[in-house]
């Protein structure tokens, strides 16, 4: 059975690029255009992995994985972060907040799916 990803980007460019990189390794998808949908769909259906951009309108993606990672139900999936933030208090803030990888945006399909496997097992 394919794993689910959930996507949280605002950026409907970057939402297509990573739906169809995705889609097109074998990943089931969520997705979630804002932090609020990203928090509820998170805490619904628990996917077995979760790519949260940093900068979104309503709850920012930092937030957004604290309270992640605070939630019993939520804790123990993994997040990429991904951010057009490539400074260096921005990878330590996500990673603090609890990240597990941090990718700058913007950033190639190879290191997307090498993110991926460090994470999941490919899907089947």
């Known amino acids: 059975m394919a794993h689910t990803i959930l996507v949280v980007d605002d950026d409907p ?3 297509c690029v990573l739906c169809r990189v995705l889609e097109g390794a074998g990943y089931q998808l969520a997705r979630a255009n804002n932090g609020r949908e ?3 769909l998170a805490t619904r259906d628990l996917p077995q992995l979760i790519i949260l ?3 979104m ?3 920012g993606g930092l937030a957004v994985l604290r309270q992640l990672k605070n939630a019993e139900a939520t804790k ?3 997040v ?3 951010t057009s933030l490539a400074q260096r208090t921005t990878q330590l803030e996500a990673t603090a907040s609890g990240a597990d990888l941090f990718l700058s945006k ?3 399909e190879a290191q997307l799916l090498t993110a991926l496997r460090q994470l ?3 899907p089947r």
């Open 13 to 15: 460019i970057v939402h």
């Open 57 to 59: 309108p309503d709850i």
């Open 80 to 82: 990429i972060v991904l």
């Open 106 to 108: 913007p950033f190639t």
């Open 38 to 40: 990203a928090l509820e």
């Open 76 to 78: 123990g999936i993994p």
């Open 53 to 55: 951009d940093v900068l």
């Open 120 to 122: 999941l097992p490919e």
